[in-house]
């Protein structure tokens, strides 16, 4: 069920002895002296006098005569050795040369292109352009976390992917050092427009977060409650990825009814639902994952959404027995004017909702629960919505408590219970609530706000971005651990801090003061990121799925592309884990296990804690893909 392992993590050779691009897999001393061999008598040279070649050597310094310097890495600026991968994660996979040496540079552009060659052009910077890596004649990329940039401190090597899987290797370590420095300085003034000075990365960042701007200077006692967890480190390379296959069984995979699965309504209870643009598919909830039913609750044309838009939100509320149905297309735009409210029992839609504020129509592009466990509530009847800068709760009674029925003229309005519509900037993008009703909100510039269940007008805390917008956001039942996703990776933040009496609190329930420990970074290798396939960005980071006090989250899982990722959210943790040595910056997660599909992934999710069996240290893990949806589960004993 893991993905194969590639040469990916191997060390690099400093003997040439990989293949070139050109299929040769000479040696370098088979290069360096093919031309030396030769016979006795074409060795031999003429006697001549001291005279004689005092006299030449005059006449050739007469002539100004420019000899070159024999290329080695000592005379040649910024001198790398360039790798590039092929065979994918194929058995065959390995690494070859591309150029022995070579050169890179950084320099600011106006664009990248094959017609770009009298394009502006500058290794100083200045106000025009962004920064690209060129390396040699073969690389011209922008400098940014498409790049997927990682790093190999003790080998000084990093890989990255344009169009393709490259390495650099450098000769010595203040080189590679000076590398990853400028890289990384680049990537702060593509991304943020300004140079990066202290000054910039502190007005960015603030001066509580400077464990973000300098992490090896962050306090990471939080983190280093960490335990040993399931899948202990093996004592392999820590830069080699954990992908083996050993505790993932696949249970079994079905064709989902109707096809075309848009989203995927995990329930707590019996039953969990796979919904799609003409109906909803239910299936039961095993120990060992989903099976259907043979029930589908098909809708009525007149339950239709208009404008050829589909259901592409759905929540479970009232004990789950009904299910909130949202299209957030309107006009173009990823936001709706209103929401169905389908009867899963009757199998019929019993309301259609409109969202109105001031008796004027608005617009949500979210929706979610007011808890982690609020859907388990036969008596819920308030949920959250999000819009680009208005968080609330709506409530489907009227302002005397009657919940309100379906009208035949018009739509109901749902009662704007609390909130804020901020004036500007806030660009929310999505949201997810605690235990208690705590909120978290990320946003399209990277931030990521803390809320309080009791107030929705002032964040208690917001932490900075770090450049990538927010598309999906999760947080543990207890608040304390919060998972942001971006295209790229994924952002694992702790909100555990110290008040001055020194007693532990989160980001939720206060302000977190000036030492505030700096994030974790979740990502795929450059060779993973590159076969994950054409839409091979991370959406929907989940942690795996409680709703008790005292339980604790045990995975996260992402999808991107063809690919369901799974951490171990124990090892993630742990400071001390191998995978963060000799990384410069925020620390990099790399150790991941890999559920392959044949299709792109709609959604990966954990079912509930409830039906993790005893000898397994999960719940089954969900995925769907547009026809199919399988079941996989998580041994804890080794094949």
């Known amino acids: 069920m893991g993905a194969s392992h590639s040469r990916e993590g191997l060390e690099l050779s400093d003997e040439s002895d990989y293949e070139d691009e050109e299929g040769s897999s000479r040696t370098e001393s088979e290069e360096q002296y093919e031309d030396a061999a030769d016979d006795h008598a074409s060795m031999r040279t003429p006697q001549v006098s001291n005279k004689t070649l005092d006299e030449l050597d005059s006449k050739l310094k007469a002539l100004k005569l420019k000899y070159g310097s024999p290329v080695t890495p000592t005379n040649i600026r910024n001198a790398v050795k360039l790798y590039l991968h092929v065979g994918g994660n194929t058995p065959k996979a390995k690494w070859i040369i591309s150029q022995k040496l070579t050169n890179y540079e950084f320099v600011k552009t106006l664009k990248i292109g094959a017609d770009d060659e009298d394009d502006y052009e500058s290794s100083s910077g200045g106000d025009e352009g962004f920064w690209v890596l060129k390396v040699g004649k073969k690389i011209k990329v922008r400098v940014s976390t498409d790049m997927q940039l990682k790093m190999f401190g003790d080998q000084r090597r990093v890989d990255f992917v344009d169009n393709g899987v490259w390495a650099l290797k450098f000769s010595v370590d203040d080189e590679y050092r000076n590398f990853i420095t400028k890289f990384q300085d680049c990537l702060f003034e593509n991304v943020y427009g300004m140079e990066a000075t202290e000054a910039n990365k502190v007005k ?24 040993s967890g399931v899948w202990k480190g093996s004592g392999k390379s820590p830069m080699t990825p954990v992908r083996d296959r050993q505790d993932l ?16 309504a995990l329930g707590a209870l019996d039953n969990s639902f796979l919904v799609n643009d003409s109906g909803v598919q239910v299936v039961k909830n095993f120990s060992h994952g989903i099976h259907g039913k043979g029930v589908y609750v098909k809708f009525d044309e007149k339950d239709r959404w208009s404008g050829g838009s589909k259901p592409k939100k759905a929540l479970l509320m009232r004990g789950e027995t009904n299910m909130m149905l949202m299209s957030p297309f309107k006009e173009g735009k990823p936001r709706s004017t209103g929401l169905h409210q389908l009867d899963i029992e009757t199998g019929k839609v019993v309301t259609e909702w409109k969202f109105e504020k001031d008796g004027t129509d608005i617009t949500m592009k979210d929706i979610t629960n007011d808890t982690k466990g609020s859907q388990l509530d036969p ?16 409530d489907m009674r009227d302002k005397k408590g009657i919940v309100q029925t379906l009208a035949n003229t018009s739509s109901p309005v749902l009662n704007w219970t609390q909130g804020h519509q901020f004036s500007r900037g806030t660009n929310f993008q999505c949201f997810a609530t605690t235990g208690d009703g705590s909120i978290v909100v990320g946003s399209l510039d990277g931030k990521i706000r803390l809320y309080s269940k009791t107030s929705m007008r002032q964040a208690k805390t917001a932490f900075p971005g770090l450049g990538s917008p927010i598309t999906h956001v999760d947080v543990t039942y207890d608040g304390k651990w919060i998972l942001g996703t971006t295209d790229t990776y994924l952002i694992l933040i702790c909100t555990l801090f110290t008040d001055k009496d020194g007693k532990t609190k989160t980001g939720f329930t206060g302000r977190m003061g000036n030492k505030i ?42 999808a991107v592309g063809k690919f369901s990722v799974i951490w ?45 069996v005893s000898d397994s240290p999960e719940a089954p893990l969900v995925v769907a893909t547009p026809m199919k949806v399988t079941s996989i589960s998580m041994s804890g004993k080794k094949r």
């Open 379 to 394: 008596s819920e009847s308030t949920f959250l919505g999000l819009d680009d800068n208005r968080l609330c709760q709506w």
């Open 204 to 227: 960015i960042y603030g001066k509580e977060f400077i464990g973000w701007l300098k992490p090896e200077e962050s306090d990471d006692a939080m983190w280093e409650d960490a335990d």
């Open 517 to 558: 420990p700096a994030p974790r970074l979740l990502k795929l290798t450059p060779v993973d990121a590159h076969i994950a396939g054409a839409n091979n960005k991370f959406h929907g980071g989940h942690f795996s799925w409680v709703t008790e006090s005292g339980k604790q989250e045990r995975h996260l899982v992402a």
């Open 568 to 612: 171990n959210f124990q090892q993630v943790k742990d400071s001390a884990h191998r995978c963060y040595q000799n990384q410069q910056g925020l620390k990099s997660c790399y150790c991941y296990k890999i559920v392959p599909k044949d299709e792109s992934i709609i959604e990966s999710r954990f079912m509930h804690d409830k039906y993790a």
């Open 249 to 264: 069984l696949e249970e079994f995979e079905e064709a989902a009814t109707g096809g075309g699965i848009q989203s995927l």
